[in-house]
């Protein structure tokens, strides 16, 4: 199985302050095609989880452009340029490159 | 629109066999691509994924799940059934449906049904 690693788990932010998320996956997840089977979502408070990024670095439709996302091969960057109030919950990373598609432990972001 | 919504039992005893319907709309599980997963979620843990089922029947499970779960689809109901056998506990989740087409992620999921399994 493909190990998803994310830090921070917790991650305390300051309204207006940039954030930033890592995940790193234990095994590369370019496809031959040339895209990375790398995925972000959101989780706000007693909802489902939310698509942000997908592929490593498109924004879902919808998604605020203060969400950008990075990275190739193992290692992937989720950054907000500005947090907000309503950005609070549990972010994941997920792969689908090979079943079975596996999640991060999720980061936690709070305002302080 | 696409939408999803997971309907069954809730509340089980250890050894019962859960069922959970998963009804959608705005897709059809007859098109070339589309899929319809299984995730879980224990109450303040990681989502997990069970499995998965393809426009063409293909199924793909979590391997350490795999013997006790079977995901069918009924095309003409716009469903798609999860069966676990064996319940346990610890399988006490928050389980959701999800849209999703080869190659791409989960863009559409469910709200989400908890089972609690207890005696």
């Known amino acids: 199985d493909i190990v998803m690693t994310q830090s921070p788990l917790s991650l305390p932010v300051t309204p207006g302050e940039p954030a930033s998320i890592s995940c790193r996956s234990s095994?590369?997840?370019?496809?031959?095609?040339?895209?990375?089977?790398f995925d972000w979502y959101l989780q706000k408070p007693g909802q489902p989880p939310q698509l942000l990024i997908y592929?490593?670095?498109n924004r879902a439709s919808g998604v605020s452009d203060r969400f950008s996302g990075s990275g190739s091969g193992t290692d992937f960057t989720l950054k907000i340029s500005r947090v907000e109030a309503e950005d609070v919950g549990v972010y994941y990373c997920?792969?689908?490159?090979?079943?079975?598609?596996?999640f991060g432990q999720g980061t936690r972001l709070e305002i302080k | 629109q696409i939408t999803l919504k997971e309907s069954g039992l809730t509340l089980m005893k250890p050894t019962q066999t859960l069922t959970l319907t998963c009804t959608f709309s705005?897709?059809?599980?007859?098109?070339?691509?589309?899929?319809v997963g299984w995730i879980r979620q224990p109450p303040g843990k990681a989502l997990e994924w069970l499995g998965i089922?393809?426009?063409?029947?293909?199924?793909r499970y979590s391997p350490s799940l795999k013997s006790r779960l079977t995901i069918t689809k009924d095309t003409s109901k716009n469903q798609v059934v999860l069966t676990m056998t064996n319940m346990d506990p610890v399988d006490t989740a928050t389980y959701y449906c999800?849209?999703?087409?080869?190659?791409?992620?989960?863009?559409?999921w469910g709200q989400g049904t908890l089972v609690t399994v207890s005696s």
């Open positions: 999800a849209h999703k087409v080869t190659g791409m992620p989960f863009d559409y």
């Open positions: 705005g897709f059809s599980l007859s098109t070339s691509g589309v899929g």
């Open positions: 089922i393809y426009w063409d029947d293909e199924r």
């Open positions: 095994q590369g997840l370019l496809h031959s095609n040339g895209y990375n089977y």
């Open positions: 592929w490593g670095s």
């Open positions: 997920m792969q689908a490159l090979q079943t079975p598609i596996t």
